[in-house]
């Protein structure tokens, strides 16, 4: 079955550097686009990045020229490396797969930038 497994989460301050990486089974990874999402307490999951199967990538705009969204088909993993954080950055990341018409997500992996 398909499974996600985040990790690389934790506590930075404002203007630091953390790379989240999310591994990837039961399904042919290299042909599936990937997404990150985030969802901070109170507020609306929303959608962070997208690489496909060609390493095309798209970006919310605030994050923009600071995040990247990477892969490495032969390790079935994909990357948020993610710099210049804010505090508004805070957030549970997801790691997201839609394949035939259904989401799977990973458990999550918590990300705190202080002031």
């Known amino acids: 079955q398909v499974q996600l497994v985040e990790s690389g989460g934790g506590l930075v301050q404002a203007g630091g550097s953390l790379r989240l990486s999310c591994v990837a089974s039961g399904f042919i990874f290299g042909i599936n686009a990937m997404a990150w999402y985030r969802q901070a307490p109170g507020k609306q999951r929303e959608l962070v990045a997208t690489?496909?199967?060609?390493?095309?990538?798209n970006y919310k705009d605030s994050v923009k020229g600071r995040f990247t969204i990477s892969r490495d088909n032969a390790k079935n993993t994909v990357y948020l490396q993610m710099n210049s954080l804010k505090p508004e950055d805070t957030a549970v990341y997801y790691c997201?797969?839609?394949?035939?018409?259904?989401?799977?997500w990973g458990q999550g992996t918590q990300v705190t930038v202080s002031s």
């Open positions: 690489i496909s199967s060609s390493d095309s990538t």
């Open positions: 997201n797969l839609n394949r035939r018409g259904y989401g799977y």
